[in-house]
């Protein structure tokens, strides 16, 4: 299992966009998700500053199947322009469960 | 089960440091977070800025707890000056699992 984090940027004005989009993320693709080995993502917001965790079998292969699938790709469209594409990859340095 | 997540800064030049005691966390520490229902706890670093994120039973009474705890006013004392006091609780927009 890998996990993986990252901050990012929302564009000005996008925050309840990017909000909404996410409270519409539908069971499909949800489903799609997890086929594609993703068992965990958290999002979290401090202003205009996002963070999210991912944990999945294989990040790289995860996001290599997700950007075949039409339903995924419908899904980035729609929340990619609310992002900087400047995703900044954080390191994990401790961990405790 | 509570989840909560955090944004704060490392002071200047202590990174390495923090890092380092973060390596020697104790395991007899970790049981104590544990019998304070701590779940999870992962720490990333990007920079100076250090992301937590944290699942607890309850989040308030294990800080209680640990406050209690000799051995954790150990840890507290050595760790605390290499952060900023500044902790800025983030908002969690997004979860899947």
Redesign the interface.
């Known amino acids: 299992m890998e ?1 993986k ?1 990252f ?1 990012a940027r929302l564009r000005p004005g996008r925050k309840e966009d ?2 909404e989009a ?1 409270n519409s ?1 539908s069971s499909d693709l ?1 489903a799609r ?2 086929d594609a080995g ?9 202003g205009d ?1 996002l ?1 999210m ?1 991912v944990e999945a079998d294989d990040y790289e292969k995860a996001q290599a199947a997700l950007a075949e699938d039409p339903l995924d790709q419908i899904w980035q469209e729609r929340v990619g322009p609310m992002k900087n594409p400047d995703f ?10």
């Open positions: 996990t984090a901050v990017y909000i996410h993320f949800r998700y997890r993703i068992h965990q993502i958290r999002i979290f917001l401090l500053q963070f965790y900044q990859p954080l390191t994990e340095i401790f961990r405790l469960d």
